[in-house]
Each structure stands twice: as structure tokens, then as C-alpha cells.
């Protein structure tokens, strides 16, 4: 059984950082594509950043471009993603999630997800 834990939100200021982690348990698939998700008070849920290990490549919504990294530790069954810069707007629930396979869109078609993580940046 596939469990995702996320850690590591909190809350910052404007221009401050964060690493959110995820520990993952149970996804032994040789390809892996993963992505951050969040969702804000009376928003839709939002692909973050994603990672597709059989590919190599990382993908990312153009309002985090240059701010955001997704990474995944192998080793350490663990995907991270590295705020930098953050904004008030950044302020959501922070879930990851993970394919069974790799198909489909970055942003669609994910399997398991984990319970989230609150980040909140003030102004």
C-alpha cells in the first residue's frame, strides 16, 4: 500500500523559504512521476511542479517558475520541493501525489495523494 507524508510547511514572510518534504512508503514502481499539488481557500486545486524519473524531466506552472524545485531522493524515498521567494498568493495547502504510471498530463491522473501541508506567507 502506497502511503505520502508531508512535512515541513509552516508559516514566512514575503520574500522567505520553505522545503517541503514528502516521505514516501509502498511506491516501488521503476518509473516514477510525482508532482506537488496545493489548493487555497475557495480555489480549485493547482499542479505545482512535477517530476518524471523515466524522462528525467520537471515540469512547473508558470507562477512558481524560477522560485520552485521539485527533487527526488531515491535514497531517501523522499520528494522535496524548495520555495524560495515566496508570495502572499503562495499561501495554500501542499499536497504531493504520484502515478501508478506514467501517462497522461502532469497535472492529471494521479493515484495517491498524501494529507497536505499549510504553508502561509504574509505580507
Known amino acids: 500500500q502506497v502511503h505520502l507524508v508531508e512535512s515541513g510547511g509552516g508559516s514566512v514572510q514575503t520574500g522567505g523559504s520553505l522545503r517541503l518534504s514528502c516521505a514516501l512508503s509502498?511506491?516501488?514502481?521503476?518509473?516514477?512521476?510525482m508532482a506537488w499539488f496545493r489548493q487555497a481557500p475557495g480555489k480549485e486545486r493547482e499542479g505545482v511542479a512535477y517530476?518524471?524519473?523515466?524522462?528525467?524531466?520537471?515540469s512547473y506552472t508558470d507562477s512558481v517558475k524560477g522560485r520552485f524545485t521539485i527533487s527526488l531522493n531515491n535514497a531517501k524515498d523522499t520528494l522535496y520541493l524548495e520555495m524560495d521567494s515566496l508570495k502572499p498568493e503562495d499561501t495554500a495547502m501542499y499536497y504531493c501525489?504520484?502515478?501508478?504510471?506514467?501517462?497522461?498530463?502532469?497535472?492529471?491522473?494521479?493515484?495517491?495523494w498524501g494529507q497536505g501541508t499549510q504553508v502561509t506567507v504574509s505580507s
Open positions: 501525489a504520484a502515478k501508478f504510471l506514467c501517462i497522461g498530463g502532469p497535472f492529471v491522473g494521479y493515484d495517491y
Open positions: 509502498g511506491y516501488t514502481v521503476t518509473n516514477k512521476c
Open positions: 517530476v518524471n524519473t523515466r524522462v528525467d524531466k520537471t
